[in-house]
């Protein structure tokens, strides 16, 4: 499905991309439908599945119906190694490069390993660094790390280089689901004006102008879940 090639085309063309976060854990099935018929009158280009948990082993049911109600490419958004299905399309190979916890460095990925091996997933190595939203977040609780300052951006800023350097193929910020303050243009700018690779922002994203301001900071893809989650009507302000 080349996920990444066409993340990098569209950086490369500046055409910006949404991605629709879909937490297992939280969306109903049966709601599923009538969700899709909003996003796809949406510009969202993307549907991420993940959570930092999913105690009830969702994910491979909600991908499989959302499977059958879309040709929007599906990449899984794990919290850990129980949440990978071959049914998505793509993945994102998560290092929490903000913190210092070996089990979310590399300890997930050896798990995982052979699973992708045996998978069609196409494997996207991500630098996941999580940045202060001033709200303590489940990424935090789940991976016991703490997230940088958002006042420390030479340290965001090297961390996203270092992820970069070391192979990385996307970088992403993330406030934590829910934040209750967003990454700061200025850090997406600052990481964006330094690194090659495309940048992904999300975290506490509720309004259109939120949207514009981190797309037009930098952010290659911005991810929005919790407000979709909360009000559908919110799609309507983002007709294609
Ligand atoms: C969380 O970045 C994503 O991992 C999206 O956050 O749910 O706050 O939109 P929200």
Redesign the pocket.
Known sequence: MNIYKNIVSAKKEGKKLLAV?I?PEKIEINNLSSFFEKVHQSVATHI?V???TDKNRQTEKVVSEIKKITKLPIVL?PGDVNQITNLADGILFLSLLSGRNPEYLIEQHIKAAPILQASNLEIIPTGYILID?KKE???QKVSNTKPISQDNIDLILNTALAGEFSGKKLI?L??????AVLVDANIIKKCKSQLNIPL???????SKKQLEIAFNAGADLV???????KDITFFNDLKK
């Open positions: 976060l937490d991420f993940g959570g930092s958004f939203g977040t489940a990424v992403y993330e406030a934590g689901s829910g934040a992904i922002v999300g975290g506490g994203i509720k991810v929005i879940g919790t407000a979709f989650e």
